[in-house]
């Protein structure tokens, strides 16, 4: 089965940038499709990204702009650049994969605070 690991979150200052990795496990990455969400305490899980096997992708309205979702199908990886970050995007990130998703990872900790 899929096993995601992500890495990448921390703190950082209102207006920076943070990039996400989600190590995948398996042989058949790149038949997936691959997403982010993110999930901030009593806060609905959001859908923040997602990349389609061909490289297609899609983004939530509130970062449209700032964020990148991308993938490297030799790594079984796929990240998401987060630039002009805003307290807004405080939350717990997770990574996962399928469409509609199956797999999840652990969630990494982004917090945008000055």
């Known amino acids: 089965q899929v096993q995601l690991v992500e890495s990448g979150g921390g703190l950082v200052q209102p207006g920076g940038s943070l990039r996400l990795s989600c190590a995948a496990s398996?042989?058949?990455?790149?038949?997936?499709?691959m997403g982010w969400y993110r999930q901030a305490p009593g806060k609905q899980r959001e859908l923040v990204a997602t990349?389609?096997?061909?490289?297609?992708?899609n983004y939530a309205d509130s970062v449209k702009g700032r964020f990148t979702i991308s993938r490297d199908n030799a790594k079984n990886t796929v990240y998401l650049q987060m630039n002009s970050l805003k307290p807004e995007d405080t939350a717990v990130y997770y990574c996962n994969s399928g469409n509609p998703p199956v797999y999840w990872g652990q969630g990494t900790q982004v917090t945008v605070s000055s």
């Open positions: 990349i389609t096997p061909g490289g297609n992708t």
């Open positions: 398996g042989s058949i990455f790149r038949f997936y499709a």
